[in-house]
């Protein structure tokens, strides 16, 4: 038997619409989607992986419980889309041995790392850079 692979990856919101804006700000494209009965919702690929974001509801998972991670071209910019659409740095980006490594919180108080891996295009050091690591 194969190793099981991540597939699908499922964020509750209060505010979907805000949520929607935040991971749309940070590149993803977002396709609002409802099935049947259910929830109006966003959806994208990720690679392999499906991310649905859907709204709170009665199935609100306690925000902070899921870290997931996003590469991301520019640290910079990403820092500059989360700030600027309701999320927030919970510890500034660092320089680590796979890049720079920032975890932020997306408007639902999910934790994301974002990381600009060592292989960007974006050599350029980020200003105010530490190096050191993340604690969760």
Not at 8 to 36: I, S, W
Not at 107 to 114: A, C, N, Q, R, V
């Amino acid at each position: 038997m194969n190793s099981p692979t991540l597939s699908l990856v499922v964020l509750r919101f209060a505010d979907l619409d805000l949520a929607g804006r935040f991971y749309a700000a940070l590149g993803l494209r977002l396709t609002k989607e409802k099935h049947g009965s259910g929830p109006d919702h966003y959806s994208c690929q990720l690679g392999s992986v499906v991310l649905e974001l859907y709204p709170a509801g009665k199935l609100a998972a306690v925000p902070g419980t899921a870290i997931f991670g996003l590469s991301v071209s520019s640290m910079e910019l990403a820092i500059r889309a989360v700030e600027g659409n309701g999320g927030s740095v919970v510890q500034p980006p660092i320089s680590s041995e796979r890049g720079i490594r920032s975890v932020v919180s997306d408007p639902g108080g999910h934790k994301l790392e974002l990381v600009e891996p060592n292989n960007s295009l974006n050599t350029a050091p980020l200003r105010g850079a530490r190096t050191g690591r993340l604690d969760w």
